[in-house]
């Protein structure tokens, strides 16, 4: 019976997605999107107001969902805790880049407002982050037990989207409202504005979850069918040195 490991090309790549796209939230986490919504919805208007980040960060689930199947929990959770570490070198990084002399002052003023982000959005995506993909992995593999391995549409969209709504309340209730109002860290915002946030970026949110259910039966039935591949052509490699010696 073969492994995922028996093609390791897909665990490189699931790896190197989770970790491109983990990077990639952090550097795009200070712009804020504004997707304007064909229709108003209640409390959260007609338009959904998100930060840069969300289309990367939603690809880390993504990744980390179809690494839990192929590799199980432990191996998943390693990814992610490891991934929270990686945070803090990208940090050390960019603020050593920052804080470095440069030639040009006035691109560097550009360079920091680009890339250094407000001590309210690391707190609160840092500890998002800690918290929804920790949670993510367990509800997953929890799901799969329940279900002997069965309806891994069922594992992706309940996990996801449970993970998706605790990282959102984290992360926009620490950034946006509790540093801001009891530590004085970052610009203040009406508790009905972080509401509206809330609502907005798990609306979006739920519904990537949704759409990449297709993708991940493609990437697990990529990683396996791969794998049996490769594990037939070691076998036969392996049965075909067995004749040659039996040969001699």
Known sequence: MSRPDDWPVGRVAILALFVTALVTAQLTASKVLAIPLPTGLPRIGGTIFLPGAALAYAFTFFASDCYSELYGPRDAQVMVNVGFVMNFVLLALV??????????????AQFEGVLAPATNIVAGSLLAYLVSQNWDVIVFHR?????????????????????????????????????????????????????????GQYLLKLLIALVDT???????????????????????????????????
């Not at 603020?95 to 560097?108: C, H, K, L, M, V």
């Not at 002997?148 to 946006?176: E, H, K, M, P, Y």
């Open 95 to 108: 603020w050593s880049t920052i804080f470095a002399p440069a030639r040009n002052p006035e691109f560097a």
């Open 143 to 199: 799901l799969r037990e329940a279900t002997d391995g069965d309806f891994l549409w069922l594992r992706n969209i309940a996990s996801t989207a449970t993970s998706q709504a605790i990282d959102t309340v984290i992360f926009v209730g620490i950034a946006f409202y509790l540093l801001p109002r009891y530590v004085g860290i970052g610009a203040e915002t009406p508790w009905s504005v972080v509401v509206a946030l809330m609502l």
């Open 214 to 248: 297709p993708f991940v039966y493609a990437v697990v039935g990529v990683v396996r069918s791969r794998a049996d591949a490769a594990a037939k052509a070691a076998a036969a490699a392996s049965a075909g040195d067995a004749e040659s010696i039996d040969d001699f």
